[in-house]
């Protein structure tokens, strides 16, 4: 199970790597800057609706699980309009900034609250739908509003906390995602390392028996340690106006970690209250795509706070 983990996930960082250089490549170089623009995610933003697609299908799983039959169409239609609908705005931004010319802050407040309205006005727009699925099957009384609950709550968990993500990579470029990605899962490294070696105070033992405080704490630590490589070794060595004091990197491995364990434990939650394991077998592994997801989307929020006020990388972004 280790070794397969290792090897999976091994594999899950390069390609994400990968898939960031080509997106890095073509929004920022472009094959041919003279002729054609192209805007950031061009590259990222597809792989990540894929998983979206999973995603959403593992959560219907869950939610069917616990007696909440949401149609499918509205609820993968919804949680993807959501995450387009972010994207799109977040490129009419950067064109307004790169092409046009027009006095947009770059990461900075009206470039905030454009995206923002776009997120908002497509989980209004995902709400309505949903209603409308569920009056075009009614039959009899029973279970529309309970169905209504699921789809908006997958509205909720996957397509509005994604827009965090996708607005921390086109606000702030890949830096930002990545800053998430890599202090996240150096939490649950930690968490799971630390647990196995010395952990013996189990935190939640009805929810996850095998998480420990001395698991907590070790995540915390790693947390803490890749927020240091992130942010004071890596971005200044790429750019030296990048700068993160002391505080900012302590603060967002310490906070981001804990945002990230309780994005691990909420899907650990709704997993439970299903009686299901894993939420899926797509990753060998690991199990779904959402036990990889979990933490990250809990955690997003939290690190796009500390971009968007300027507590990480004060300097040039």
Known sequence: M??????????????LLGVSWLDVCISRYGFTKEIIWLPRGIALMPVYLVCLVFLTREVLRILNAAGLHPLPHSVYLGTLFIAVSCWIANVIQQFNLDILHHETSRGGWQWAATASFSALLAVAVGVILAFAAEMRRYEHPGGVTINLAGAVFAYAYLGLLSCFMIQLHM???????????????????????????????????GLSPGKTFEGAVGGIL???????FWFDIVLPYFDREKVT???GWVSFGMVVALTGMTGDLAGSLIKRDSRMKDSGHAVPGFGG????????????PAAYVFWVFGFVCSGKH
Not at 222 to 228: L, T
């Open 2 to 15: 280790l070794s397969r983990r290792l090897l999976f996930g091994s594999l899950i960082i390069a390609v």
């Open 222 to 228: 790693f947390a803490c340690a890749g927020s240091w």
């Open 245 to 247: 004091p002391f505080i």
């Open 171 to 205: 606000a702030y470029e890949i830096w930002a995602i990545l800053s998430l990605v890599i202090v996240t899962k150096m939490c649950d490294v930690g968490a799971f390392t630390v647990g196995k070696l010395i952990g013996t105070h189990r935190m939640t033992p």
């Open 289 to 300: 795509v959402l036990d990889i997801f979990d933490s990250l989307l809990m955690a997003a």
